[in-house]
């Protein structure tokens, strides 16, 4: 079926390079370093350090690529749009279905997780669990329905207040790494539960911990609303990668060194709250509330920046008639696509309802993963007119994301392909119903 229809509406470019930067931030310093290192030490132990690294060293070769990529085409959707520009619509379809399946699963964990912290600090009961978190859903997505400069000015003050009491924790319990350290990091490697050899684990873990890694590309997705895209999103990009690998390294050497990997691994299977765990360890209730509220606060700044970029993914997608037209729309005056945002707000707050977050992580990494793999490919065919690095990265990027991707367990990435292929179904289903020529 075809219809004519006006070129849709643009949205206004308002995020200069600090805004990028801590709206990356916000979307990178959250579920990750307040939970995810307690995952990863359950794994891999104290080799989940190492783990950091080379998970922060295959988000930089994606980092490159995402961001010549968002120079090159700055518009709503990363690479979803990139893939339909440079690939194949297949192949951009996925990684939209990919990351809209991904980040609202990671999304609906940020709101349980952020609910637990809050029940822990009130020492309320779980029964207020889901719908404390779906209330929250629904009051960052009325946020979210402003326009960028609102949600960016929440995200800064949210994000500020993380740094600050994580650098608490860090200067406080440097005295207890120094007294600990020798014998909570030995030994570095081994044998780690989430898998049938110590190599298994290991990269299971770098797995776990590049998710940690990919709120950057928030600022990818958003790059219709950057100014100076060329010059800003790819500036932004790299800087935002920095500054969070410095702090997820500092903090996990902290954590692991004067509270223990085993420590820190056992109060995440019980309550996800690892740094809670490790504050009230180094610093007693004190620090403990500081990370809590800390923790709070990170989770809400991930969460307001997950519902920005699936809305501009989902803005996207309705643009090119992989989503109902509706979610193509945006508001007279520029400020927010609408329709997309409450449609993800609504999807969020659903998956919230199961109150499981069992294996969100382990799925968020292989459909990342894959994701990105599609963004390194996409950057292979980058026009060398508008290619900022070498071809060499993003070769490097596909085939590391390839390799690490399928080191999650069995069951996980067996899910996600078929995932793909329900995705493909659905995307071949539209085609023929409503898909604009």
């Known amino acids: 079926m075809t219809c004519s229809a006006p070129p849709p509406a643009a949205l206004n470019r308002e995020l200069g390079l600090w805004g990028a930067i801590m709206l990356g931030l916000g979307s990178i310093v959250g579920t990750g370093i307040f939970v995810s290192i307690g995952i990863g030490a359950g794994i891999a132990g104290p080799a989940v350090i190492l783990a950091i690294a ?93 326009d960028i400069n609102r949600s960016n000015r929440f995200n800064m003050i949210i994000i500020s207040f993380t740094l600050l009491a994580l650098a608490l924790f860090v200067v406080w319990g440097t005295p207890d790494l120094i007294d600990k350290g020798r014998g909570n990091l030995t030994p570095f490697f081994h044998h780690g539960a989430g898998s049938t050899n110590d190599g298994g684990a290991f990269l299971y873990a770098v797995a776990v911990m590049f998710v940690a890694f990919t709120g950057y590309g928030r600022i990818a997705t958003m790059g219709e609303e950057v100014k100076a895209p060329r010059r800003t999103i790819p500036r932004a990009i790299i800087l935002t990668l920095m500054v969070s690998a410095a702090l997820y390294m500092t903090v996990a050497v902290v954590a692991i060194g004067a509270g223990g990997a085993d420590a820190l691994a056992n109060v995440t299977g019980q309550t996800a709250t690892p740094l809670e765990a490790a504050g009230n360890a180094i610093g007693g209730p004190f620090l403990a509330r500081i990370i809590a509220v800390a923790a709070i606060t990170a989770m809400l700044a991930v969460l307001l920046n997950l519902i920005l970029g699936l809305s501009r993914v989902v803005l996207a997608m309705g643009r090119k008639g992989d989503m109902p037209p509706l979610f193509a729309k945006v508001r007279a005056d520029g400020g927010s696509p609408s329709a997309a945002v409450i449609g993800v707000g609504i999807v969020i707050g659903a998956l919230a309802l199961t109150g499981s977050v069992a294996t969100t992580w382990a799925f968020s990494a292989f459909t990342v993963l894959i994701y990105y793999a599609i963004t390194n490919l996409a950057a292979i065919f980058l026009p060398a007119e508008a290619r900022l690095y070498p071809r060499s990265l993003a070769i490097l990027g596909l085939l590391a994301c390839c390799f690490v991707a399928f080191w999650v367990p069995r069951e996980i990435w067996l899910a996600g392909l078929g995932l793909i292929g329900l995705g493909l179904v659905w995307h071949l289903a539209l085609t023929r119903l409503w898909r604009r020529r």
Do not use: M, R
């Not at 930089?60 to 690529?65: G, V």
């Open 54 to 146: 080379i998970a922060a060293v295959i988000a930089a070769l994606n980092a490159f690529s995402s961001a010549q990529l968002a120079a090159s085409h700055p518009v709503s959707g990363g690479t979803y749009e990139y893939g339909y520009a440079y690939l194949h619509p297949s192949l951009g379809f996925t990684a939209g279905w990919l990351f809209l399946c991904a980040k609202s699963a990671s999304a609906a964990t940020a709101a349980l997780g952020l609910a637990g912290y809050v029940l822990v600090l009130l020492d309320w009961g779980p029964g207020y669990l889901i719908p404390l978190a779906v209330v929250v859903v629904a009051l960052l997505t009325v946020v979210v329905l402003g």
